[in-house]
């Protein structure tokens, strides 16, 4: 283990994007990076001497945001083209697609438990998906401009979001409402997320500025103004003692959160970086910005066997979780399936898919569940069982009772996709209203000047 004095260096660097690099993801063993591009493909990028890298083809715009499913069995990527999909980290790269955003998708972030993804996007909604199920569950909106990130925290009871209306919200899981709301007058946040602990959430700022917020006690606890340009992204050591940023001004920087002060400035990128993230131990962490180049670093100055620290997060996954931070808000079990009532609007499309009668969650969603040490053979069993067996919540509901929900909620998706083209239509129609009047106004004006 390096000891403590020693600095970050710089370990390899990947070229083989076309265009600038928008995010990247360490894999949670530490042998693989993905990244997405402007250039419209995902890489992935192995560690291992002379290994090929893969290169993901199928959205047809630039790729916005990528991460690994917790056990590193799913990639999801979000993409200006409005899609969301997930794909099956190997060789051959099959991937599902999800359609319900109406605007350019800006981020996907997994739940740290696999069972959920939320996306945020231009349409100004989060949106939450179940991974086992393949279904969209439920949207959050209030933000009032696009949305540019959303996150969940460590147990997966809230989610933090930022969009350019220049607020941060928090969102309760539970009972899908906005249960608390940072506000920024000077500029927006590009990027948002929780420590490790979830008690705090730190914000890169389109200002120049990193901001750290308790979210127990909704306080601002620090203020860094590190950079000379707008700060794209921030990652978070595994410890929660140091954050490090990415910015437009072609920096890297890391901060000591306990002792409130910048520590170090890594130059290596040409041009603004707008990516980075470190590893599930801290141990390395990786960077990516407009001059194409992926680059690799190892940590050193702290690294971290985080085991226990890791066992200790997990912790509050269970129902009888020890205080935390949503103990300010009336506390209520938390229960995963028991949204039954859930709106099926996947469009499964890619190389080798499914047949219509076999299990899509097969080659999509349990995987993201299991131990990644199961064999391909005992994950395929195993994955047909549980797509056979009913969930918790669905033994106690009878089955023509959870058929009609979803039915209702099915027609319900209907009628918001409808109204939402009808705005886009009512908008239209004001929009030409107005070209008629003004230029009615003008012809008015020159009947007057010419009598």
């Not at 083989?16 to 928008?22: E, L």
């Not at 409402?177 to 008690?199: M, Y």
């Not at 999509?364 to 009913?390: R, V």
């Amino acid at each position: 283990m390096a000891s403590a004095t020693e600095d970050p260096v710089l370990e390899r660097y990947f070229k083989g994007h076309k265009a600038a690099i928008t995010s990247l993801d360490l894999s949670p063993n530490g042998k693989q990076l993905a990244t997405a591009s402007w250039d419209t493909f995902l890489m992935l990028w192995n560690f291992k001497p002379h290994a090929r890298a893969y290169r993901y083809v199928g959205h047809k715009d630039v790729v916005t945001s990528v991460q690994f499913s917790p056990h590193g069995n799913l990639l999801a990527s979000a993409s200006r083209d409005r899609t969301v999909r997930l794909w099956i980290p190997d060789k051959r790269g099959k991937f599902s697609e999800f359609k319900a955003h109406t605007a350019p998708v800006r981020s996907v972030d997994f739940s740290a438990d696999g069972q959920f993804l939320a996306t945020a996007s231009e349409d100004k909604s989060i949106k939450v998906w179940s991974m086992y199920r393949q279904r969209f569950l439920y949207s959050l909106y209030r933000h009032t401009h696009w949305v540019r990130c959303a996150k969940f925290s460590p147990d997966g009871r809230l989610i933090v979001s930022c969009s350019e209306d220049k607020t941060i919200k928090i969102w309760d899981t539970t009972n899908k409402q906005c249960v608390n709301n940072f506000s920024d007058s000077v500029g927006f946040a590009n990027f948002v997320d929780f420590n490790p602990s979830g008690t705090c959430i730190a914000s890169a700022g389109s200002d120049q500025t990193v901001k750290v917020w308790d979210v127990r006690v909704n306080k601002l606890l620090q203020h860094y103004q590190v950079h000379s340009g707008g700060v794209n992204c921030i990652s978070f050591h595994p410890s929660g003692d140091y954050l490090i940023t990415a910015s437009s001004d072609g920096t890297l920087k890391i901060l000591d959160l306990l002792e409130g002060r910048l520590i170090y400035t890594l130059q290596g990128h040409t041009g603004p970086v707008f990516t980075v993230s470190f590893s599930k131990g801290g141990e390395l962490f990786a960077s990516g910005g407009a001059d194409t180049q992926v680059l690799l670093w190892r940590t050193n100055f702290d690294e971290l066997h985080c085991k226990g620290l890791t066992k200790r997060n997990l912790k509050r996954l269970h129902f009888d979780s020890p205080p935390h931070l949503l103990d300010i808000y009336p506390r209520t079990p938390h229960p995963h399936e028991e949204k039954v009532e859930t709106v099926e609007t996947t469009e499964t499309s890619g190389r080798t898919l499914p047949d219509k009668g076999e299990e899509a969650c097969g080659y999509f969603l349990n995987p993201s569940l299991m131990s990644p040490e199961c064999s391909p053979t005992t994950t395929k069993k195993k994955t047909e069982d549980m797509s056979d067996l009913p969930c918790e919540s669905q033994r106690s509901i009878p089955l023509a009772v959870t058929d009609a929900l979803e039915h209702i909620m099915e027609q319900l998706n209907v009628l918001t996709q409808t109204v939402s083209i009808l705005e886009q239509r009512l908008t239209l129609t004001e929009d030409k209203l107005k070209d008629c009047l003004e230029n009615q106004q003008k012809l008015f004006s020159a009947v007057q000047q010419k009598s």
